[in-house]
T-cell receptor, first 114, second 110 residues
Framework: GAVVSQHPSRVICKSGTSVKIECRSL??????MFWYRQFPKQSLMLMAT?????????EQGVEKDKFLINHASLTLSTLTVTSAHPEDSSFYIC??????????FGAGSRLTVL | EDQVTQSPEALRLQEGESSSLNCSYT??????LFWYRQDPGKGPEFLFT???AGEEKEKERLKATLTKKESFLHITAPKPEDSATYLC???????????FGKGTKLTVNP
């Protein structure tokens, strides 16, 4: 089946630094990938839709200059949290649509900003 | 605005005690309704997609059903390994985005 790999699974950084999270579709090509954020005991909140070769589409309220998304190839999308602060600490999950219209998720990345 | 409401928020069952989880939705034309399972600290794992009212799908002890307003995830004779958070999501016609509910945390005690 379709597999999405996300790296790193855990990252701790200092306030003010930037962190990059990678999302790869391993056995299929993903024209569209999605980035979600999940707070404890909360639902998955869509941050942005990442389209290969074009600019990402951000959801209302998501700062595009803080959460930089790049989708340079059909198998790789990256999320960079710039100038991270403690309030950016969260669980970030990427996903990709397979050809069968199934949204397949990565394992998630736990970001802790000190 | 598309919305998904799941109930109950949490459910505790004894092993073998069957039950159902509810997902109520409002959407501007349903393209698909999705069920996922999420274990702590991990990404959601796909279970089912339902496309039209009256459709049913089964996988092991799980059975998902769909009406025009809600979906049920029936769990028959659950086992402790079925403990997880179950998420429901809808996809509107003409959209690729999924809108998720908050989930139901299921605990099955041995």
């Amino acid at each position: 089946g379709a597999v999405v790999s996300q790296h790193p699974s855990r990252v701790i950084c200092k306030s003010g630094t930037s962190v990059k999270i990678e999302c790869r579709s391993l056995d299929f090509q993903a024209t569209t990938m999605f980035w979600y954020r999940q707070f404890p005991k909360q639902s998955l909140m869509l941050m942005a839709t990442s389209n290969e070769g074009s600019k990402a589409t951000y959801e209302q309220g998501v700062e595009k200059d803080k959460f930089l998304i790049n989708h340079a190839s059909l198998t790789l999308s990256t999320l960079t949290v710039t100038s991270a602060h403690p309030e950016d600490s969260s669980f970030y999950i990427c996903s990709a649509l397979t050809g069968a219209n199934v949204l397949t998720f990565g394992a998630g990345s736990r970001l802790t900003v000190l | 605005e598309d919305q998904v409401t799941q109930s109950p928020e949490a459910l505790r069952l004894q092993e073998g005690e069957s039950s159902s989880l509810n997902c109520s939705y409002t959407v501007s034309g349903l393209r698909g309704l999705f069920w996922y399972r999420q274990d702590p600290g991990k990404g959601p794992e796909f279970l089912f997609t339902l496309y039209s009212a009256g459709e049913e799908k089964e996988k092991e002890r799980l059975k998902a059903t769909l009406t025009k307003k809600e979906s049920f995830l029936h769990i028959t004779a659950p086992k402790p390994e079925d403990s997880a958070t179950y998420l429901c999501a809808v996809q509107a016609s003409g959209s690729e985005k999924l809108v998720f509910g908050k989930g139901t945390k299921l605990t099955v005690n041995p």
